[in-house]
């Protein structure tokens, strides 16, 4: 008995190499991205990877390719070993990876849209990475404020231990000293050790950065110690406009009020300012805050329910008694940012109303609406006047339309667009006005063809609108003559429009006349017998055409005389003419060595056959373009034969038979001489 196992095999391909290390410097931070790239000798195979002694991975490569991206693992700062692995085969490869120290500063801040107010305090966090093994780091760190006053606090970071990380928090202005406030509003630098690294927040009087209509503002203001028991005026405009003036007393050196913001307001920014300042303030009391409204997206279509492009939609904002314009862009959408409130919009094209008055709300999100427009779409098609089924490819067409505006005033507009139609002869525009006066000019070849059909009116109110443009056809005539001037019946007369498309087929009558009617154009007329292309010219048909065409390939008298190789005629060879590869003819030649025959010229291949051969003793190719007769016959030259009193013999035959002649006439001579010696 035979036991067989079937054992996989691994293929072995390439070597175990790390190919690339991104960043290519090798240099990186704690949590940065490392990409490694490289390849195993095993196919499919397991390979590990390690930061020096930190496993970051077991996987699986493909084919023989290792792609794998990982962070850099929390180290102290120094140089380390990344070694990629090939389990099956045991084989290492390594490269080197550069830890640096980073510096880190983290403001803890509320989630936007909120902000610190004015007296708030900020907590700091500070960290270093990559820092030295088993090492307490100092930090100073330093908060410089609007008014350009520094205030710092030095703090120890925890041990940084085996990680290389240590951290501390501290709180501004807390930590910072006696001195140290958020009494200012504005923007606050905060620095670790200098220039290591740096971060910035922002105390606002407003607990927002942003409001909507409606919405309650907290407004929060300290350092006014000085103006106790005082009034203070809050001011908010807008540009050069005041939106309102809140008086309040100070109490405790803060001011503290409260504002609902009005339902009028418009989408933009605002600011608020407190006066008089004391003092004891370096940096005035003003801030920007922003009305932003909703994201509002209104989706114009067509009665074909296609993107409606360059609509301008006019809302009204009943609330304000204001109209903001958008213009749908070319994917049908017209984009805007509303408040609260109640709307309408309408919708215009070239300034005609083709949509509205649609009424909508805005409460409290982004929203989308969609407007259906007056637009309509057209088809156009250019068809054959005689028969509707054949449609034109490539026509020009010149569309004028006509029309009044209703926005900003009443004006007659007119509009040109330059088309073609496709290769199933239409053409199709979108978003048209239906009440427009309409006019097409169609053209082939700068020619147009449809003064009494150009205008059209009145659209309906439909998803598409259809509209033919009929083309005239003209009569061609075609006479076709041979050479002679002789008619040639049975002719396949072929015209192809040059834009291509346009094909017509007509055959000769016994008097060699054919007519198409082919559309209007320039036409290849070419002119087939048998298949066999006869002539070929251009035509323009605009009107009627008559048109001779002069075939003087058409039965061609094609003499061919077959010589030996000292010219003299060969009676009796076989000639074959043929065309394409297929015999069209085959005759003897007579004792002049010709064969005639009356045939259609071009390129034609000869055979000459001798006796019973199967084989051609000679294959050639020649061009007859015109008569060949008795005076200029095609000359078939066969070198390899020779005529001697009336047989036909190869040369090397009549070459043995002149060497024996020559030697039997030089023996004969010699004998003679050597014969009259002895007589004497």
Request: charge should be negative; include cysteine.
């Amino acid at each position: 008995m035979i036991f067989s196992q079937t054992i996989p095999l691994h293929v072995n391909a390439v070597g175990v190499a790390i190919t690339s290390i991104s960043p290519e410097t090798h240099e990186g931070k704690v949590g940065e991205l490392i990409r490694l790239a490289g390849t195993i000798n095993t196919t499919d195979g397991e390979y590990k990877i390690w930061f020096e002694n930190n496993l970051i991975t077991t996987n699986t490569s493909i084919g023989n390719s290792v792609n794998y991206s990982f962070l850099v693992p929390q180290l102290p700062n120094g140089n380390y070993t990344i070694t990629l692995m090939d389990v099956a085969a045991n084989v290492n490869a390594t490269t080197w990876f550069y830890i640096e120290t980073d510096y880190i500063l983290e403001i803890t801040r509320p989630p936007h849209p909120q902000q610190l107010q004015e007296g708030a305090a900020v907590n700091i966090s500070v960290s270093i990475t990559g820092g030295k093994e088993n090492t307490v780091y100092a930090a100073n760190v330093t908060v410089k404020t609007p008014a350009n006053e520094t205030y710092w606090a030095l703090v120890h970071l925890s041990n940084t231990g085996y990680t290389g990380t240590g951290n501390a928090t501290i709180t501004y202005p807390n930590d910072f000293g006696i001195n140290a406030h958020t009494n200012y509003t504005g923007t606050y630098i905060v620095n670790f050790n200098g220039t290591l690294t740096s971060a910035t927040f922002f105390i606002g009087l407003t607990d927002r950065a942003e409001y909507h209509r409606g919405d309650l503002m907290k407004i929060k203001a300290v350092g006014y110690s000085m103006l106790n028991n005082d009034n203070v005026t809050i001011t908010i405009t807008f540009g050069n406009t005041t939106i309102a003036r809140l008086n309040k007393t100070v109490i405790d050196g803060v001011v503290d009020a409260n504002w609902t913001v009005p339902s009028n307001v418009i989408v933009g920014n605002y600011t608020l300012s407190i006066k008089p300042t004391p003092s004891s303030k370096k940096v005035n009391d003003a801030q920007v805050f922003a009305v932003p409204g909703f994201k509002t997206e209104i989706f114009t279509f067509n009665l074909a329910d296609g993107p409606a492009s360059g609509v301008l939609v006019r809302i009204y904002d009943m609330s304000v008694n204001t109209t903001y314009n958008v213009t749908s862009s070319g994917d049908g959408i017209a984009s805007t940012w509303l408040e609260k409130g109640s709307y309408n919009s309408t919708a215009f094209f070239k300034r005609v109303r083709v949509s509205g008055p649609l009424e909508f709300e805005v409460i409290d999100e982004s929203i989308t609406l969609n407007l259906s427009c007056q637009l309509t779409s057209l088809n156009i098609a250019v068809a054959s006047a005689q028969n509707p089924s054949i449609k034109i490819p490539f026509v020009s067409l010149n569309l004028t339309y006509n029309y009044t505006t209703e926005l900003d005033g009443v004006e007659n507009k007119t509009e040109t667009v330059f088309l073609q139609t496709d290769i199933m002869g239409k053409v199709q525009l979108h978003s048209l006005l239906l009440n427009a006066v309409y006019r097409v000019n169609a053209s082939r070849y700068g020619k147009i063809f449809n003064q009494n059909n150009s205008t059209f009116s009145n659209l309906q109110p439909l998803p598409w609108n259809n509209i033919v443009i009929l083309c005239p056809e003209k009569p061609l005539h075609v006479n076709v003559v041979d050479a002679e001037g002789q008619p040639i019946a049975n002719a396949m007369v072929e015209a192809q429009e040059f834009m291509g498309g346009l094909h017509f087929i007509s055959y000769t009558d016994q008097s060699g006349n054919a007519t198409l009617n082919c559309i209007i154009g320039k036409y290849r007329v070419k002119v087939y017998s048998n298949s066999i292309l006869l002539k070929e010219t251009t035509v323009e048909l605009f009107d009627e055409n008559t048109t001779t065409i002069h075939c003087t390939l058409y039965n061609l008298p094609i003499y061919i005389k077959v010589v030996d190789y000292f010219g003299q005629p060969i009676p009796n060879a076989n000639v074959t003419l043929e065309r394409n590869g297929i015999k069209i003819s085959s005759k003897l030649t007579g004792n002049n060595g010709i064969a005639d025959f009356t045939e259609i010229g071009g390129n034609l291949t000869v055979k000459v056959y001798l006796g019973n051969q199967d084989q051609p003793a000679l294959t050639f190719t020649c061009s007859v373009v015109k008569a060949r007769g008795e005076t200029n016959p095609i000359k078939a030259t066969l070198g390899n034969y020779v005529i001697l009193a009336g047989f036909l013999m190869e040369t090397a035959h009549f070459s043995m038979i002149v060497l024996a002649i020559a030697a039997i006439a030089l023996f004969t001579i010699i004998e003679f001489g050597v014969r009259k010696r002895l007589k004497k």
